[in-house]
């Protein structure tokens, strides 16, 4: 029973669907209603010999509004007996329409003539055959409304008894949609109609399509209802038109909110991640300015021990860290082609390792190749061989240095003795023990026995590490200044080239070589753990941030000034600034230009009162290497040029007063500002296209204007020093600038044969000096001036134009240069002088075990150098390093280790080897240029095709040294010197 009651509870009766409402009784309780059923004809019962009978309440059952049900399994017999056996006294509900009374009344007859047991079973599918015979399956729907007083309605609704619950909710939807849409009339399939029932048996409602798949006049139906606005012609279309119209307005009303909600919360959104930007950045930057302070105060802590250990360090072992590392602005380095190439050009730094002393950590910003590390160790050996040569001429007797003009047999004592048998292999470098390579080619010649005289293996060592052979040498050099042979034993071995681990990472933003080092831990980590329990410092190239940043991690201080200080006193207008507090001549000007205004006033000036000057320069502030140089010439470009120079002709001492330019300066003012920017010849067009662009940059960082002297012979000469911690203003090395290209430098000449050196001297002693009285002002140091020959005055003018706080270039090739003549400068004399031999003194040969150094001297030979590190030629991309050589070899092309002259290269870029350096040294100024313009020339032919050369500037650089070569012989010619090639020439005839 208790399973009954729950099949019972929502379940199918027979194809009806009942409420979970119902009652069972036993067949005792069924008894008593059949005798009571003449009193109480209104209860249906129904009862049985084996089964249970339920009685239901009189409920809704038909479907509509509170249930939907249709009694199965009735004939038109049964429906007429339950009409007249129903009882008159029952109760009617008038909440029910006919159909609705007429389906309960049905299901009544159809309980009390049940003598089967009831099936819970739910329907089947739908019959598929037509019953009646030959009657209509469709269904009329007029205006709405479905004719149910038609025998098809009334056979579809009996055929369909069984899943009338479903069908019924599906028709009435398709009444309601045909009212909706005003459809005039509608032809339903009922099969149709009864299979779409099947897939929507509860909630889910057909669409408009599914819909009218039943309909057989659906292409009419569909026109209609899919015509704009058609819903709204039904009897209740001023309704559903004003429900749209008000919910359109709701819905635009309601998404203007949500859309001005939006929006306010995307503004607050913006704001509060830009508040907590401005934060993290404000927080950030003071962090940074923290850390910066920081920085600085040790940067300070560590100069002051460098100051008190200075003295100490120039005779005790430490370690150098050479990073030239070229901190420009931003907007200089993006704007810079090969700018890792640029930092690689002073390679000349390796010969600091040739002193005992010191240990050299290179950091470089181009990998080396083989090639490279061979030649950079054959040019090490080499110089090793002249110095030992220089150290084998010494005479106890008067302790000068041999002749180098000695007969030949006092000459062929200079070669280095053979290797014996039983020489330790050990003591042998692992370069030594492999077989000859292409780069050493360059320095094997054979002398006048037709001896080869080059690169030999090291002799035997005793316990001291000195050659067994030769009791002079001595053990590595503690004198400062002094050099011999024992400190270049292991010179290869004290230096170390450090690669940014991340360097190519950075190659796109051209991020100077400390900023690479800051990024690249495991290559700090390697230089300190070299640095551990050793004293040492750094040298930089163009100091910034990033190297004070890696010498505060490395623990080493910067020999070199802040750099805001660097930057501001190497800036145009504050080397001009430097240049009136030291009192130095510099070339008439104006600087801290700023403004259009300005620029056209001062200039109006300068142009006025030095008549005499034809081209005025304008230099940006902080641009570097010519890029910033602009030149306007007034004498072609000025219409009354001539009328002024006249004025002041005529004016003559009296030029100088105000009242006697006041009308030249009103006239050449209107003239100059319509001048100025159409006639302004900018010097690098790549940078700065056109004069708008170069003057736009010059108001915004700042410029000068510099006249250029009134001359046609002009010369260049740049001074490195050194601005010792001590406050000493040390002078390394004066040279002549070589320019291909107007005030674009690409070779030197040392040392300078201009100026008078006891002139520039004195000069480079009192900006120095002017530098040193300020505090923590220290470090290497280029000051360059012009001179020329005044004719009015008949006297020779210098002017100072420029000062940089950096290493230089030149500065690195003289250090080269000096090591391979093995030479020194005297600043005082301004000559390149052979270093000689000499005894030690007792003190120092106690100390460090040195009978014989060499030391500079001012009564050895001369040397002359001419240098360049900026030589391109795109032909050498095609040329291996190997075929290089052999060419080289081919056209006698290399050093000469018999008097320490010849031809030397710097090799600075292992992937496309299209720039080169060259070092060429003479005895004398014209040798030496005539062999770099020849070696020029020979490599020129030798790698440039027949038909396309390239880019190149071998040509141009060629062509400069022709003119200087020209120059200096008609001035000796003048002077009533004798050349000395022809001399040369003379005394090689005669031996001949």
Excluded at 875 to 900: P, S, W
Aim: hydrophobic share 35%; net charge neutral.
């Amino acid at each position: 029973m208790d399973e009954l009651q729950a099949s019972c509870g929502g379940t199918f009766i027979k194809g009806v669907k009942v409420r979970p409402k119902i009652t069972f009784q036993t067949e005792a309780v069924l008894a008593d209603d059949r005798t009571q059923q003449t009193k109480q004809p209104d209860q249906a019962t129904t009862s049985t010999s084996d089964m249970t009978v339920a009685t239901l309440p009189n409920q809704d059952v038909t479907g509509g509004p509170k249930s939907q049900g249709v009694a199965t399994g009735a004939s038109q017999d049964g429906t007429e007996q339950s009409e007249q056996s129903e009882s008159p006294t029952q109760p009617e509900d008038d909440g029910l329409s006919e159909e609705e009374k007429a389906a309960a009344r049905d299901l009544k007859v159809a309980i009390k003539d049940l003598r089967l047991p009831i099936k819970y079973t739910i329907p089947g599918a739908p019959p598929t055959t037509q019953r009646g015979g030959g009657r209509s399956q469709t269904l009329a729907i007029v205006n709405g409304v479905c004719i149910k007083d038609t025998q098809a309605y009334l056979d579809f609704r009996h055929r369909y008894s069984r899943q009338w619950s479903c069908v019924l909710p599906v028709l009435r939807y398709l009444e309601r949609l045909m009212e909706r849409y005003c459809v005039p009339e509608a032809f339903v399939d009922m099969n149709e109609l009864a299979l779409l029932a099947q897939f929507y048996p509860m909630e889910p409602r057909p669409t408009v399509e599914e819909c009218l798949e039943c309909v057989s006049n659906a292409d009419e139906i569909r026109r209609l209802i899919y015509k704009p606005g058609r819903h709204f012609a039904s009897s209740d279309g001023r309704i559903l038109a004003a429900i749209t119209i008000q919910a359109t307005w709701r819905m635009h009303v309601v998404r203007m909110q949500y859309r001005d909600y939006r929006r306010r919360k995307w503004a607050a959104g913006v704001f509060c991640l830009a508040w907590m930007s401005r934060m993290k950045q404000t927080r950030f930057h003071r962090d940074m300015l923290s850390n910066r302070v920081l920085r600085l105060e040790r940067f300070y802590q560590k100069q002051e021990v460098l100051i008190a250990k200075w003295a100490r360090l120039k005779k005790t072992f430490h370690k150098v860290v050479h990073m030239p590392s070229l901190c420009y602005p931003p907007y200089i380095r993006q704007t810079t082609a090969e700018f890792l190439l640029l930092q690689n050009l002073q390679l000349g730094r390796m010969a600091d390792a040739c002193d005992g002393n010191m240990e050299c950590l290179y950091v470089s910003s181009i990998e080396f190749d083989h090639n490279m590390l061979e030649y950079s160790e054959n040019l090490m050996k080499t110089g090793k061989l002249y110095h030992q040569k220089l150290i084998d001429q010494y005479d106890p007797k008067n302790d000068v240095v041999t002749d180098s003009d000695s007969s030949e047999d006092e000459r062929m004592k200079v070669k280095v003795p053979p290797p014996r048998e039983d020489d330790n292999e050990a003591h042998k470098t692992s370069s030594e023990k492999r077989t000859r390579g292409p780069a050493d080619m360059l320095f094997h010649f054979k002398d006048g026995d037709g001896d080869e005289v080059g690169l030999q293996p090291e002799q035997q060592k005793d316990k001291d590490g000195r050659d067994a052979g030769n009791p002079w040498q001595a053990k590595p050099c503690a004198v400062a200044g002094a050099v011999n042979s024992s400190n270049f034993h292991r010179a290869w071995d004290r230096f170390n080239i450090f690669i940014p681990k991340h360097l190519k990472w950075f190659d796109i933003y051209n991020l100077p070589l400390g900023g690479s080092m800051v990024y690249s831990a495991q290559t700090m980590q390697r230089l300190r753990n070299l640095l551990a329990g050793f004293d040492g410092y750094m040298i930089p190239g163009v100091v910034g941030d990033f190297d004070v940043h890696v010498a505060d991690v490395l623990g080493i201080p910067v020999l070199s000034p802040e750099p805001t200080i660097a930057a501001q006193i190497s800036s145009k207008s504050g080397a001009r600034h430097l240049f009136e507090e030291a009192k130095v001549p510099r070339a008439p000007g104006d600087r801290n230009i700023n403004n259009a205004g300005q620029l056209v006033a001062s200039l109006t000036h300068l142009v006025v009162l030095n008549y005499r000057v034809k081209r005025w320069l304008i230099k940006i502030n902080e641009e570097v290497n010519a890029r910033g140089i602009a030149y306007l010439d007034v004498d072609k470009h000025l219409p009354s040029y001539k009328w002024l120079v006249a004025e002041g002709i005529r004016y003559g001492d009296k030029w100088q007063r105000p009242w006697a330019r006041e009308t030249a300066s009103i006239k050449i003012a209107t003239e100059m500002g319509r001048i100025m920017l159409p006639n302004l010849a900018v010097v690098t067009p790549a940078i700065y296209p056109d004069a708008t662009s170069f003057l736009a940059t010059a108001y915004e960082r700042g410029a000068v204007i510099e006249a250029t002297p009134p001359s046609d012979a002009v010369t260049t000469v740049s001074v490195d020093m050194l601005l010792e911690p001590t406050k000493e203003v040390t002078i390394l090395c004066s040279t002549d600038q070589i320019h291909t290209r107007p005030y674009i430098c690409t070779g030197y000449s040392m040392p300078q044969t201009s100026v008078d050196p006891a002139a520039l001297y004195e000069l480079c002693q009192r900006v120095g000096q002017e530098l040193v009285r300020r505090k923590g002002i220290m470090g290497h140091c280029c000051l360059d001036f012009v001179t020329f020959y005044d004719d009015e005055q008949n006297e020779q003018i210098i002017w100072a134009t420029d000062f940089k706080f950096q290493y230089s270039n030149s500065l690195a090739l003289a250090k080269m240069s000096m090591f391979m003549s093995a030479t020194a400068f005297n600043p005082h004399t301004g000559c390149l002088q052979l270093k000689k031999p000499i005894r030690a003194e007792k003190m120092d040969v106690l100390a460090t075990g040195d009978r014989i150094v060499l030391t500079p001297a001012t009564d050895t030979p001369l040397r002359y150098v001419v240098m360049s590190n900026m030589l391109r030629n795109s032909n050498m991309v095609l040329t291996k390093y190997e075929v290089f050589f052999q060419m080289c070899k081919a056209h006698r092309i290399g050093y000469k280790v018999e008097d320490g002259t010849g031809t030397v290269f710097q090799l600075t870029d292992a992937m496309k080897r299209h720039a080169l350096g060259m070092i060429c040294i003479g005895d004398t100024l014209p040798k030496a240029l005539k062999l770099f313009a020849s070696n020029l020339n020979i490599i020129h032919q030798e790698i440039a095709p027949r038909r396309h050369s390239g880019r190149e500037n071998f040509t141009t650089f060629s062509a400069a040294l022709d003119a200087i070569i020209t120059q200096t012989s008609e001035t000796a010619a003048n002077d009533g010197v004798p050349d000395a090639d022809s001399d040369n020439d003379s005394d090689a005839a005669e031996q001949s």
